[in-house]
């Protein structure tokens, strides 16, 4: 039994944790080994962060045990989490925006070569631990001015500058463009091969195939056995964590395209965009696709005024508009779903019913601005019923809904206004499966009303699913338009990066 | 037993102003005789009209994540305007060109917040001091005597309606539009949104900047319609009234419960915050302590305030 556990790098054994009485862990166990990448999957609210969390110190298990290379932790802070050499990367980074990459980097030991910054000394530190895992970054830089991506690798090599034996990642490709995903997974093959146990959690099926040798579903709290990645399908998990199988992912719609409702001519970003085109019709999914940093979304913002653009003209059913912010965009009928869904989107703060209202103020309220109560309680009642938001109410703080809820808030938000075209930048990110299918739907339901939807992801099968044209742009230019018929992932992998 | 005691100690920590408030209260009677008297109590009231009608527009203004530095500059301009004003103008008249002179003042501090994108911390305090000099320019740095052709200015501000000081009367006024518009009216939802996730209100469509200027705009003329009112108290209009008043100020609505980062935040509750402490410096004048130990008193209930507040965001 003993040598049993010896092998393992960490193990996780019947963890469970409530809080004020409810189960967010009932039954967890999770072995992994040295070299190995365990895949954790399953639904937002299965208790996967909860699970990183007692992992780093920030809660304590009710009950149950972890051993780190067999020899039993006891995890009471996240200090003893680093001490006892698990790294964890989470959605959310931990980084110092005004800090450098190598202060942050060597953040929790800049004191220890005595009073003075050796900053030289860090910087070369830094881009050699950054090399290692082949990226190029100046250590120098200001983390503020670096991409999501390029924070994810800083994220990676912070990990990496203390001598990790587990690393644990959450969702990690979720902010990468598919070039960079294939260098993670470099670095991650890296971090394997020197006995590294890696659990990587993901909602992306393909990645698990691609990278995983073992995968683990938790669902309401309580883990599956674990199944070679090798011996399994796709179906099999996603029936494992909700009983639904891939085919049902995409809802089949039949596409009416109507006439033009939006046309963009030769929007220019300076330094960004240069030239792009597009046009979306009533009815209409138009996709977007593109490397993260190939100004997909600051295309899209910049057609929604909410930053200014340098060159261009817009036009709404054919007319020439000139919109100087959101304000006006949104008064001709654009709705914006952003790509940053808790820092743009939702107030946390605020009930549900309070955000939803946002966009449609003047509808729940006299000419003086006093509000409707219950006329207000109920228009928000109806959509949260419509869209399927898991909630008692919409009193409930939006913070408190799991992602997949709050993404539906933001849908929610522009159901509520009569607007005839929809940009959606990232609709599921970080959206677990089952509200995937439900986002997914509502796209669809949204073009068969005739509005013209533009979609915009860094997930290409979910672009294929749903659009009925794909746009693929590459480092500020449109490089190709695909047709339904010409969807494959090689093609669009082709154009964003350039080799075609 | 142990849940309702638990339950009711989470009921205190929620309701910690008022519960900070009925201590006070509390503490005030017990302490001194003078306290309960319909005298005092009249008087103190009247003397926190002013810090009470501008903690309801700094309310405002904390809510959408700012802050006004320049409000005691401008009660003093408004003070020295009016008493001026009212030589050789029909009192409504002075009274709407004082009310209009501190718009004016918080209409530049909102469009430096607002459109040019200044800290407000940065950009009140540069008003502070612009404010507090065309004070001292407009009564060529000299208290103004408010003239008796004026009479009727002085009357109100000492005088009473149904037995209330007036003063006191356009407090309760100023409180409860602010509570009103809070609770009811799209300005205070969206104001409070503004503090939460400006972005995100930004991009719903809603015009973000010129509600933040709004609300500077706002504290601007209720500063005036505190300075006007003190002068009608005290019948001089003084270029030196109001240095640190901002400093009561924010402390009131930070007593109240108020976040400094914006998004939270109510009318009743800084209302009660005008309240404790005036309740605070009134009791230990009755008791005679000195006004250098009030000082460090004051700091001290400040800071045990916001702490029990802590536990209330846990």
């Known amino acids: ?500 | 037993m142990g849940t309702t005691l638990k339950n009711s100690i989470q009921l205190i920590i929620r309701h910690n102003t008022i519960v900070i408030f009925l201590i006070m209260l509390l503490v005030s009677a017990m302490m001194s005789d003078a306290f309960f008297t319909a005298n005092n109590l009249s008087n103190l009231i009247r003397q926190l009209a002013p810090v009470g009608i501008v903690s309801m527009g700094m309310l405002l203004v904390i809510l959408t994540g700012g802050i006004d530095l320049s409000v005691g500059s401008v009660v003093a301009m408004a003070g020295v305007l009016i008493a001026l004003f009212s030589q050789s103008m029909p009192l409504s008249v002075a009274v709407l060109a004082a009310l209009g002179s501190g718009v004016l003042a918080g209409a530049v501090s909102g469009y430096l917040v607002s459109y040019q994108k200044i800290a407000p911390f940065i950009a009140t305090l540069a008003l502070m001091t612009i404010v507090r000099g065309c004070g001292f320019i407009f009564s060529k740095g000299a208290p103004i005597m408010v003239d008796d052709q004026a009479a009727a200015l002085t009357d109100f501000g000492s005088g009473r309606t149904l037995g209330i000081p007036n003063p006191a009367i356009v407090l309760f006024i100023v409180f409860a539009i602010t509570a009103i518009l809070l609770k009811y009216n799209v300005f205070g939802r969206i104001l409070i949104a503004t503090g939460s996730n400006e972005e995100a209100v930004h991009l719903s469509g809603i015009k973000v900047h010129l509600y933040k200027f709004s609300v500077y705009a706002i504290i601007g003329g209720l500063a005036a319609l505190a300075g006007i009112i003190s002068t009608a108290r005290t019948s001089v209009g003084s270029p030196n009234l109001g240095v640190g008043m901002e400093l009561d100020v924010i402390a009131a609505v930070v007593i109240g419960g108020t976040s400094l980062k914006g998004g939270k935040g109510s009318a009743i509750n800084t209302f009660l915050g005008v309240l404790i402490l005036g309740m605070m410096g009134n009791v230990m004048n009755l008791l005679d302590i000195t006004a250098y130990s009030q000082q460090i008193i004051k700091g001290v209930i400040i800071i045990l305030a916001v702490l029990l507040q802590r536990f209330q965001d846990k």
């Open chain 1, 1 to 500: 039994m003993e040598n049993k556990s010896l092998t393992n790098r960490v193990e996780l054994r019947n963890i469970a944790k409530s809080f004020g009485g409810v189960a967010a862990l009932k039954d967890v166990t999770l072995k992994a080994m040295p070299g190995e990448i365990h895949a954790l999957m399953g639904e937002n609210g299965a208790g996967k962060s909860t699970l990183m969390k007692i992992l780093s110190g920030v809660h304590q298990k009710d009950k149950g045990q972890i051993f780190i290379d067999g020899e039993e932790a006891h995890i009471k802070n996240t200090f003893d989490s680093k001490k006892l050499g698990i790294g964890i990367i989470y959605q959310e980074f931990s980084l110092v925006p005004d800090l450098s990459v190598a202060e942050n980097i060597f953040l929790n030991r800049l004191g220890e070569n005595g009073w003075w910054l050796k900053r030289k000394k860090l910087n070369q530190e830094a881009a050699g631990l950054i090399e290692s895992i082949g990226f190029t970054i100046d250590p120098s830089v200001k983390v503020n001015r670096l991409s999501i991506a390029q924070q994810q690798v800083v994220e990676i090599a912070k990990a990496l500058s203390e001598n990790i034996k587990v690393l644990i990642l959450d969702e990690p490709s979720a902010v990468l463009g598919p070039t960079e995903v294939l260098k993670l997974f470099d670095t991650l093959f890296k971090l394997k091969k020197n006995g590294v146990a890696i659990i990587y959690i993901s909602h992306h099926l393909s990645e698990i195939f691609k990278i995983a040798d073992r995968v683990t579903v938790i669902k309401d709290g309580t883990s599956s056995e674990t199944l070679d990645v090798a011996n399994t399908d796709k179906d099999t998990i996603i029936r494992m964590m909700l009983g639904r199988t891939l085919n049902a992912m995409f809802p089949p719609r039949e596409t009416a395209v109507g006439k033009e409702v939006l046309r963009a001519e030769n929007i220019g970003i300076a330094g960004k965009v240069k030239n792009v085109s597009l046009q979306v019709n009533e009815g209409e999914v138009l996709g977007i696709a593109g490397l993260v940093g190939s100004g997909r979304t600051e295309t899209v913002r910049a057609i929604f005024a909410a930053d200014k653009r340098t060159a261009g003209t817009v036009f709404i059913h054919e007319k020439k508009v000139a919109f100087a912010s959101p304000v006006d965009a949104v008064k001709h009928g654009i709705g914006m779903v952003p790509e940053n869904r808790k820092l743009q989107g939702v107030i946390l703060s605020l009930p549900i019913k309070e955000n939803i209202s946002l966009t449609n103020l003047k509808g729940i309220s006299n000419g003086l601005g006093f509000i409707n109560a219950p006329k207000e309680t109920g228009n928000a009642d109806s959509l949260i019923k419509k869209l399927n938001i898991k909630a008692p109410n919409g009193d409930l703080a939006t913070g408190k809904l799991s992602g997949g809820n709050q993404q539906k808030v933001v849908l929610a938000k522009w159901a509520n206004t009569n607007c005839k075209v929809m940009i959606i930048d990232e609709p599921t990110r970080g959206v677990d499966v089952g509200a995937k299918v439900e986002i997914y739907k509502l796209i669809n339901d949204l073009a068969a009303q005739g509005v013209a939807t533009l979609v915009i992801s860094s997930e290409t099968a979910e672009l294929m699913g749903i659009c009925d044209r794909i746009l693929v742009m590459r480092e500020g230019q449109i490089q190709g338009e695909l047709n339904k018929t010409e969807f494959t992932e090689e093609n669009i992998l082709r154009l964003s990066i350039g080799a075609h």
